[in-house]
């Protein structure tokens, strides 16, 4: 099995910083493109960014310039740097990526962690 496990969420005034990890963890034999996305209370669910195993990133247009993501393949982790986050930024973030389990390529979610920006 593999589960993906995020942590770093919380409270954060207007202006501040996050820091999001996702670690991947199970029978794994490769992964490959990671991603975080976000849904907001009465929203769908939405891609903020997304990063291949070469290191290529796309982000939303809401959160260019803002936000980074980044992996560490050893670890198996990706993360979310997020700065002068936005009210609107508030959501329940969830990281994603595809993984193959021997022949097998699945995407798996993670269990998704709260980001709450907020005076």
């Known amino acids: 099995q593999v589960q993906l496990v995020e942590s770093g969420g919380g409270l954060v005034q207007p202006e501040g910083s996050l820091r999001l990890s996702c670690a991947a963890s199970?029978?794994?034999?490769?992964?490959?493109?990671m991603g975080w996305y976000r849904q907001a209370p009465g929203k769908q669910r939405e891609l903020v960014a997304w990063?291949?195993?070469?290191?290529?990133?796309r982000y939303a247009d809401s959160v260019k310039g803002r936000f980074t993501i980044s992996r560490d393949n050893a670890k198996r982790t990706v993360y979310l740097q997020m700065n002068t986050l936005k009210a609107e930024d508030t959501a329940v973030y969830y990281c994603?990526?595809?993984?193959?389990?021997?022949?097998?390529?699945?995407?798996?979610w993670g269990q998704g962690t709260q980001v709450t920006v907020s005076s």
């Open positions: 990063i291949s195993t070469g290191g290529n990133t």
């Open positions: 994603n990526a595809a993984i193959t389990t021997g022949e097998i390529m699945g995407r798996y």
């Open positions: 199970g029978s794994i034999f490769s992964i490959y493109n």
